[in-house]
Every structure is written in structure tokens, then in C-alpha cells.
Antibody, heavy 120, light 113 residues
Framework: QVQLVESGGGMVQPGRSLRLSCAAS????????MHWVRQTPGKGLEWVAL????????YYADSVKGRFTISRDNSKNTLYVQMDSLRAEDTAVYYC?????????????WGKGTTVTVSS | DIVMTQSPDSLAVSLGERATINCKSS????????????LAWYQQKPGQPPKLLIY???TRESGVPDRFSGSGSGTDFTLTISSLQAEDVAVYYC?????????FGPGTKVDIK
């Protein structure tokens, strides 16, 4: 079945880096754009980044621009986000989510999420 | 950025009764070239990721019960649960996908009265 599984979360000190992965299965990953979305404890949903199906176009929220890098490896059916210069406010559950079709950026499939805690 | 607001913040409804959630966007999300509203609704239960319920403001995702319906256009939208069931207890979010950054409303918590 269609599935997204995030990994790579954990506890990290402010200023350090972390890379999250999202393994896709059950669909042709290379045909779909992908999002990262985060949710802070007890709070709502915040969009983080979007990458096109082929990786050529990338978009970022202002809150992470210059610090986070979204990428993908279509040969491995895997989405990534490299998170540098982490701050306490980056503490959240990070979800990867599939874009339903090109240019229509709502999310029809979500992973279960991976938790990132930034604390000294 | 398009700012999404929702009302109420929370509501409690008796089983079998109607629940209505409102969502407002700071600018129109109606794309004139195709006459579609770029507005989706998600349901999130505790400990779970969001689940897509409605897209194009009123199209139910496959498998979503027909007690869920979406309406509205332009800047004002509504999610209605026609007959609340116990399994509908959740937080509901609207999202605009008219432009990047996509943005979500703050959520509305629905509980049983």
C-alpha cells in the first residue's frame, strides 16, 4: 500500500545539524512532488518545504530558508531534509507528505512523523 | 502569505448533531482560469498524522464518509459534519494551496458534548 515512513529525528543541541529521511513505497515516487510539514507540540501545522517531482524546483518557508535544504533521491524512493543551524523553535514533529498532482499542492498521503527536539 | 483563520477554536456537539467549522482566507483562493477553490480540509486525531478529507473546497476524498461536506468560495469556507459520530473527535484544519507558501488554519477541536 502507499506508505511514507520518516526517520532521523532525535534530540540535538542548538546550532547543530540533523538530516531527516522519508522512505516512500507503494507508488511511483518519481512522479510526485513532496512536502515537509511540521507540527510543534500542542500547536498547529506549519509548512516547511516543497520539492518538485524531479528535484529541480525547491521552495522553503521563510522560517527555515537558508538553514534547511530539501532534496530527493528518486533511485532510492527517498525524500530528505537537511536541517542546519537548528534552533529551539525548530522543535516539532516533522511529516513528509505527498503532493496529489503537479501544481496542486495539497497532501493526500502523510507519514506518521519523526520528532525533532532542539535543546541544550 | 495567505493567512488562514478558523472559527470556533473548539466546539462540543452531541452525538448525531451537526458540527460546523468556518475557515477564512486573507485573500481569495479561487483561481479564475479553472473556477476552482484551492482549499482543503484535514482531520487529525491524537497521535496521528493529518488525514485529507476534502479538496477543491467541496470534493470528498475517496473513503471519506458522506456526513463530511465542504462548501464556500473565494475567502469563506465551511466544513460540516452532518451527524457527529464518536470517531469524528479530532482537530480539523483548513489549508490553502493557491500559492506557495501553502498555509494552514490554526485548527478547530471537535469534541462530544
Amino acid at each position: 500500500q502507499v506508505q511514507l515512513v520518516e526517520s532521523g529525528g532525535g534530540m540535538v543541541q542548538p546550532g547543530r545539524s540533523l538530516r531527516l529521511s522519508c522512505a516512500a513505497s507503494g507508488f511511483t515516487f518519481s512522479n510526485y512532488a513532496m512536502h515537509w510539514v511540521r507540527q510543534t507540540p500542542g500547536k498547529g501545522l506549519e509548512w516547511v518545504a516543497l520539492i518538485s517531482y524531479d528535484g529541480t524546483n525547491k521552495y522553503y518557508a521563510d522560517s527555515v530558508k537558508g538553514r534547511f535544504t530539501i532534496s530527493r533521491d528518486n533511485s532510492k524512493n527517498t525524500l530528505y531534509v537537511q536541517m542546519d543551524s537548528l534552533r529551539a523553535e525548530d522543535t516539532a514533529v516533522y511529516y513528509c507528505a505527498r503532493v496529489v498532482m503537479r501544481g496542486v499542492n495539497f497532501m493526500d498521503v502523510w507519514g506518521k512523523g519523526t520528532t525533532v527536539t532542539v535543546s541544550s | 502569505d495567505i493567512v488562514m483563520t478558523q472559527s470556533p477554536d473548539s466546539l462540543a456537539v452531541s452525538l448525531g448533531e451537526r458540527a460546523t467549522i468556518n475557515c477564512k482566507s486573507s485573500q481569495s483562493v479561487l483561481y479564475s482560469s479553472n473556477n476552482k477553490n484551492y482549499l482543503a480540509w484535514y482531520q487529525q486525531k491524537p497521535g496521528q498524522p493529518p488525514k485529507l478529507l476534502i479538496y477543491w473546497a467541496s470534493t470528498r476524498e475517496s473513503g471519506v464518509p458522506d456526513r463530511f461536506s465542504g462548501s464556500g468560495s473565494g475567502t469563506d469556507f465551511t466544513l460540516t459534519i452532518s451527524s457527529l459520530q464518536a470517531e469524528d473527535v479530532a482537530v480539523y484544519y483548513c489549508q490553502q494551496y493557491y500559492t506557495i507558501p501553502v498555509t494552514f488554519g490554526p485548527g478547530t477541536k471537535v469534541d462530544i458534548k
